[in-house]
């Protein structure tokens, strides 16, 4: 049964604070995901990992940065956490390429005053 | 995003009733269709999924239909209970084949 854990469910930082939000699968999925979730927008991918050290954007990568130093752990940063950036944030891994099943984290509702 | 478009964006029916949800997608390249079932405060989990070799598939009371030449797919979801109330989402792999990009979301409120 894949598990994919998240460090928080529930965070509260304030403005121009450094937030990390840390997400672990133990399934050996090469590929893994960060996705914020708002309502009406549905799933906006921030960034995704292909491989340990690999990454590439997303389509709001803007104010994120992302670090897989272990296959099994990826890291999404908020470098200075904005109120826009209040959100739900959500982790996902997958095995192969697009065709596979994506399993998803509990999440981590960050609010940012 | 704009690349799959999802519809409606609430949809509420009465227990025992059809509900249909429906995603149009861009990129005639795409292969394989996921749908995404999220209760409230829990996480997104597969419900059911179709490739592009094949027009239908069902599992008891949900069904998904892909018209390839349309570029749209849709969730059925026959005889409805008030657990299938959640937000659904669909989901399509575009361009960069690593990546999905998933619909706005349905909220489905099935009412005893």
């Known amino acids: 049964d894949v598990k994919v854990t998240q460090s928080s469910r529930y965070l509260v930082k304030r403005t121009g604070e450094k937030v990390f939000l840390e997400c672990v699968q133990d399934m050996d999925h090469e590929n893994m995901f960060w996705y914020r979730q708002d309502p009406g927008l549905g799933l906006r991918l921030i960034y995704f990992s292909y491989d340990v050290k690999m990454k590439e954007k997303g389509d709001i990568p803007e104010g994120y940065s992302v670090s897989r130093e272990k296959k099994e752990r990826f890291s999404l940063i908020l470098e200075s956490a904005s109120t826009n950036q209040t959100s739900m944030y959500l982790c996902a891994s997958r095995v192969g390429i697009a065709g596979d099943e994506q399993y998803f984290g509990p999440g981590t509702r960050l609010t940012v005053t | 995003g704009e690349n799959v478009e999802q519809h409606p964006s609430t949809l509420s029916v009465q227990e025992g009733d059809s509900a249909v949800i429906k995603c149009t997608y861009s990129d005639s390249a795409s292969n394989y269709f996921p749908w995404y079932k999220q209760e409230l405060g829990k996480r997104p989990q597969l419900i059911i999924d179709?490739?592009?070799?094949?027009g239908e598939k069902k599992d008891q009371r949900i069904a998904v239909t892909l018209n390839k030449t349309a570029k749209h797919f849709s969730l059925h979801i026959t005889e409805t209970q008030p657990e299938d109330s959640a937000v659904y989402f669909c989901?399509?792999?575009?361009?960069?084949?690593?990546?999905?990009?998933f619909g706005s979301g349905t909220k489905l409120n099935v009412k005893p």
């Open positions: 179709i490739r592009s070799n094949v």
């Open positions: 989901a399509a792999p575009l361009y960069n084949f690593n990546k999905f990009y």
